[in-house]
């Protein structure tokens, strides 16, 4: 349900605002759980870069390219483009840390290759608008998974996984706020029930709760098998976007977003557990 929360965020104020009121109360309710529990720990000067990437990729301007794509397609179809993205985790762990996918990987991404091609080709109303909206969940579904390689990176300084979260947050968060004060964007948001629900539900349940949940799912039944959330998520998010968002999709369409969520049954069933870095879930 995230992502249609995030169409129910579009049009009420500005893209950047936006992102940084759900990520601002997501830091403000992540950093009080670390303050009271006293875990929170100050990150070492050699990490600050890395997290400034890692808040780049995972906690600003790939959501920037998510929900503006949401303006051009339905919440459903985007959801299902970015199901790609544990696909292409996959493979840039094989391209930075030589952890070479198997064949069911390869053959996933071939498959989701197949699809993006169908839902490009299958469009009766392709036109310059599409384009662009399939163009940049592209972008932010490519950067996601490279900010997972740089979480990846940031073990290295035991700063520990809640802490590393908080502080690419506090970095995507300040990201957005510069943005917002150099494009001369007002941070006051909608007070309108519609905004603020969407808002609570994405910094409660899609940045905060959300992410716990997928931790506690990797720890109990390992990080091979949590990856089945990024198939069933789109399926869920199709069914509220035809319900809500009145989206239609022609067959050949219809078969792109059947390929792609093949492609990633295909790549992640039954796979042989694995140590895998956790990641954070968009959306």
Known sequence: MTWFAIHLQIGGTTLDTAIFWRFALAVLLLGAGLG??????RPPRAALPWLAVMGVCLFSCNFLAIYSSEIFLPSGTVSVIFS???????????????????????????????????????????????????????VGTTMFPLGNMVSKRLGRFDLGLLNTVFYGMVCGTL??????????????????VRWLGGLIYLSVFGSVAGFLFYLALVQRIGADKAAYTTILSPVIALGASALWEGAHWSRPMLA?????????VLAFARRRPAPQSVEVEQG
Not at 175 to 187: E, K, P, Q, R, S
């Open 36 to 41: 009271v529990t006293g875990r929170l720990r």
């Open 84 to 138: 790609m993205s544990a696909i292409l985790n996959a493979l840039n762990q094989w391209i930075f840390f030589r952890q070479r996918p198997d064949a069911r990987v390869l053959g996933g991404g071939v498959l989701g290759v197949c699809g993006v091609g169908l839902l490009l080709g299958g469009n009766a109303d392709l036109g310059k608008e599409t384009l662009i909206g399939m163009g940049l969940a592209l």
């Open 175 to 192: 990201l957005m706020a510069g943005n917002t004060l150099i494009h001369g964007h007002d941070f006051m948001p909608p007070l309108t």
């Open 256 to 264: 792109g977003l059947l390929l792609i969520l093949m492609g990633n």
